[in-house]
C-alpha cells in the first residue's frame, strides 16, 4: 500500500500538471536516493514505498497482535 500511494501521488501531478510538478514530492528524494517527480522515477519510489511499507507493517503487526490478544474480552 506504501509503494502504490508515493506511485499515484507522484504519477497524479505529473500527469495533470504543467512544467512545475509538485515541488513538495521532491522533498522526498532526500530520503530515497534515485527518486525524482517523474514517471519512469515513480518506479523507484514505488520500490522504495514497497520495502519501507514491508518492514513498518513485519514490525508492527507483531505488536499489535500482542496488545489485542491481552487486550480481548474475557467474562
Known sequence: MAGLAVFIATNWPVFKSGPVVAPHLGLLAQSFPGYRVTF?????GFAYGFVWGFIGGYFLVPVYNLIAV???YRP
Open 40 to 44: 519512469p522515477r515513480s518506479l523507484i
Open 70 to 72: 491481552r487486550c480481548q
